[in-house]
């Protein structure tokens, strides 16, 4: 998810740096030109930076179509959208993955997708399809936004770790936890809207002077947070990090774990189960994209069972298409929530801004 914003989005994600950061198979660019047209044997994705897909998998895709991929990483997930808004005339590329539930009625209301219904659709989970037959974007991945704690800094001090967001505001839990600013990152955005579905519109302002009175730490983006500031990150450790509270994924767990050398036998953080929200990733086809047709056959592509099932230990997120298998190793460290928050699209399109606003106002003024 993402990173977004995820380990690379581990190195989540949905995305972690100071694990091994993975990157992007295929060329890959900063500039603004796509360099496809609709001639062109290229076809240019443009992401949030967690994106990530195994070498062999990507390849396959390449020698089956015809088409060489190159990917454009354009930072955390909520930069990455408003970019490509701002870009739309004359877009970076011609698919865009990384748009999630938070920040999707943003895009769409933007103009930013062009309809096409990918090949594979059909397969796709009931509960993750949006936008009925416009079929402007394409579920991808799903996973939980989350408070993650440090296993072995709870052990010393002989604390509990929370398991709620009613923990969070607890006296013994004071100056413990970090977050990402939810006006620029989609994990803090998923952790705002977490709140919101929990306490609802009249008590989420509440709930955060509480939060804010017991010393939450508010910085840009998931990387800094998660391995700069989390003690329990790999990252973390090595600067020291005094935080032993984070806003990651439930999937960060099993990329501590997978990417460590040696491998624990249990992974040193955990998720504070009670905390969780839901996020889902998209794809689409760029309007005015110059390859449109390069385009689309990438997206059938990010649906199929090969890429679906590549994702989990590539991207920590979990497949949305039925029946793709999911590692053993990731879902021993990495279990779904078993009741994360939800909102209704609508709730978030008709509230997110003011939402935003509103706790900018209240938690960094």
């Not at 972690?16 to 603004?32: E, F, I, K, Q, R």
């Not at 990090?241 to 036998?265: F, G, K």
Request: glycine letters at 12%; one cysteine or more; charged letters at 20%.
């Amino acid at each position: 998810m993402s990173t977004t914003g995820k380990f690379t989005a581990a190195a989540v994600g949905l995305g972690l740096a100071a694990l091994p950061a993975l990157t992007a198979c295929g060329s890959s660019s900063g500039s603004g030109d796509s360099g496809s047209g609709s001639g062109s044997h290229t076809v240019t994705l443009v992401s949030h930076d967690s994106w990530a897909v195994s070498k062999s998998v990507l390849a396959d895709f390449e020698k089956r179509s015809g088409y060489t991929v190159r990917v454009l990483k354009d930072g955390d997930a909520g930069q990455a959208v408003n970019k490509a808004i701002l870009t739309k005339d004359h877009p970076q590329g011609d698919v865009f993955f990384g748009v999630d539930n938070t920040l999707l009625s943003r895009a769409l209301d933007n103009g930013l997708f062009q309809p096409y219904e990918a090949k594979g659709a059909g397969q796709v989970k009931a509960e993750y399809r949006v936008d009925g037959d416009k079929h402007r974007v394409t579920p991808i991945d799903t996973g939980d936004i989350c408070v993650n704690y440090d296993k072995g800094w709870f052990s010393a001090h002989k604390l509990t770790p929370p398991a709620s967001f009613a923990d969070l505001v607890k006296p013994a839990y004071k100056n413990l936890l970090v977050t990402e600013n939810a006006s620029t990152s989609s994990p803090g955005l998923g952790f705002l809207l977490g709140t919101a579905a929990s306490y609802g519109d009249g008590g989420w302002e509440g709930y955060w002077k509480k939060l804010k009175a017991n010393g939450v730490k508010v910085v840009d983006g998931w990387e800094q947070a998660y391995n700069e500031e989390f003690s329990g990150s790999a990252g973390g450790k090595k600067a020291k990090a005094d935080r032993p509270l984070v806003v990651s994924y439930a999937s960060s767990p099993p990329a501590e774990v997978i990417y460590a050398d040696p491998r624990p036998a249990t992974a040193p953080t955990g998720v504070a189960a009670g905390t969780c929200f839901r996020q889902t990733e998209y794809a689409g086809l760029l309007s005015n994209a110059g390859n449109t047709k390069g385009g689309k056959a990438l997206l059938d592509f990010l649906l199929t069972e090969e890429f679906q099932e590549d994702m989990p230990l590539n991207m920590f997120v979990y497949p949305v298409r039925e029946g793709a298998r999911v590692p053993a190793e990731f879902t021993k460290y990495g279990p779904q929530a078993a009741h994360p928050e939800t909102m209704d699209p609508a709730a978030i399109a008709g509230h997110r801004d003011q939402w935003v606003k509103s706790w900018t106002s209240l938690v960094l003024k």
